[in-house]
């Protein structure tokens, strides 16, 4: 079994930066790819940036310029630099990843999920 844990959300002002991490452990055959969702209240969660292994890093437009996402398939991590937050970006980040993880001694394709963690830019 795959778990992610997420960290490093809370409270920043506007115009503030907060650096989000998210760590896969289990074992861990081979990482496709990781990256972060937000979902703020009342909306839709939406994709902000992934990482895809041999591929490089993408981010939403709607970042594009603020937000740098970058990954250590090594230790099956993936960071989300944040800076220029504004009060839109509130909302829950959660962490995903694409992974070839042993189950029972069989390597399995799936996708795992992290809790979340709270964002949110207010003065």
């Known amino acids: 079994q795959v778990r992610l844990v997420e960290s490093g959300g809370g409270l920043v002002q506007p115009g503030g930066s907060l650096r989000l991490s998210c760590t896969a452990s289990g074992i861990i055959v081979k990482v496709n790819e990781m990256g972060w969702y937000r979902q703020a209240p009342g909306k839709d969660r939406e994709l902000v940036a992934y990482v895809t292994s041999g591929r490089g890093a993408n981010v939403a437009d709607f970042v594009k310029g603020r937000f740098t996402v970058s990954g250590d398939n090594a230790n099956s991590s993936v960071y989300l630099q944040m800076n220029s937050l504004t009060p839109d970006d509130t909302a829950v980040y959660y962490c995903?990843?694409?992974?070839?993880?042993?189950?029972?001694?069989?390597?399995?394709?799936?996708?795992?999920w992290g809790r979340g963690t709270q964002v949110t830019v207010s003065s």
């Open positions: 995903y990843a694409n992974v070839i993880a042993m189950s029972d001694l069989i390597p399995l394709l799936k996708d795992y």
